[in-house]
């Protein structure tokens, strides 16, 4: 008898944030490991599109519409998918971004930076990205005592970049949320852990970090030039460390960790 220690046949797998680069690689991977992917987000375009490379891939997903930032929003998607699939037991937490008015240029003087935008970011990707849909999600698992809620934060949050102050703070104040939910959570079977991607282009960085020819921008050369043996990594490298996590049979006892994904520093730790 053999067991795939991969397999989430059955699975019913809530990606917040899925209309995102990132977001739905995660979805993608989760449908390839035999979960019913949920890809919830604001943007019904997006994520139509998301779930039709699903389907046409062989797998099998949905789209519900939801404001992260909206905790009435959240729990009346909760509500339908419930009640159409069943209780979730995978929650991936992929909703975040940064603001330009919380971003300090060369020179920038951070007693200047405006509140506004600092608290924007922080709503954005530790209220909004981990806080409310996890308070909305975890319900489930908590009753039926078992569950995988994987939060994203970022190698800014372990190692802060010179200008995204406000975004490397949020996503450190992700990383310590999770461990705190890991062990408050450890002994009901709901697991709590976050995924540091280093530097992935997505939709919000890459005119950041891309020309439109393909060549680097001043500031992606930067990044290149300066991080020894750097690279820019895919969205699909983020999928073993979600279904690792997202499996039940794989990581039973994996808790509170904070598992770091290469693509733009020299080393992959799990």
Known sequence: ???????????????????????????????????????????QERGDQCVKRIVDAGGVASFQQADALQAESLSEARDRITDQLGTPSILVNAAGGNHPDATLPPGGDFCKLPREAWDRVFELNLSGGVMLPTQIFAKGMLETGQGSIINIASMSGMIPLSRVVAYSAAKAAVINLTQFLAREWATAGVRVNAISPGFFPGEQNRKL???????????GGQIIGHTPMAR????????????????????????GQNIVVDGGFSSTTI
């Open 232 to 255: 820019f990594g895919k969205p699909e490298e983020l999928a073993g460390a979600v279904i690792w996590l997202a499996s039940h049979k794989a990581s039973s006892f994996v808790t």
């Open 209 to 219: 970090l891309f020309k439109e020819d393909g060549g680097y921008t001043d500031r």
């Open 1 to 43: 008898m053999t067991i795939d220690l991969f397999d989430l046949n059955k699975q019913v797998a809530i990606v917040l944030g899925g209309t995102g680069a990132l977001g739905g690689a995660m979805a993608e991977a989760l449908a390839a490991a035999g979960a019913h992917a949920v890809v919830v987000g604001r943007n």
